[in-house]
């Protein structure tokens, strides 16, 4: 099998994943925020520290776009950009390691 066929097949893979996962996803709190509802005696700070100005602005917050963010098609597209940018990160970084 030629390493061109392993990335065709793992770039189609992905790109399921990122249309399936907004359809399929639970629409409660991811982990975080779930866990940081259920602390307790902490649960204020815990919110809090959760919804602090972040440091760097997100590009797309929960996987969407202001002013879309009931149109399940927009994460999808935001999913679909995140993994081709980390991809593309990655392959970035692994380039320029490589040379020296």
Not at 20 to 25: K, N
Not at 26 to 39: F, K, Q, T
Not at 66 to 74: A, H, K, Q, T, Y
């Amino acid at each position: 099998m030629e390493a061109k066929h392993v990335y065709i097949g793992i770039f189609a893979i992905a790109l399921i994943v990122c249309v399936l996962s907004p359809f399929l996803a639970s629409g409660d709190p991811d982990g975080l925020e779930a866990s940081a509802e259920h602390i307790g005696e902490t649960h204020d700070a815990a919110i809090a520290a959760l919804e602090a100005e972040p440091v760097v602005a997100p590009v797309m917050p929960d996987y969407t776009f202001e002013g879309m963010e009931d149109n399940p098609l927009v994460g999808v597209a935001c999913l679909i950009f995140g993994a081709i940018l980390t991809v593309a990160l990655a392959y970035g970084v692994f380039y320029v390691i490589t040379k020296k």
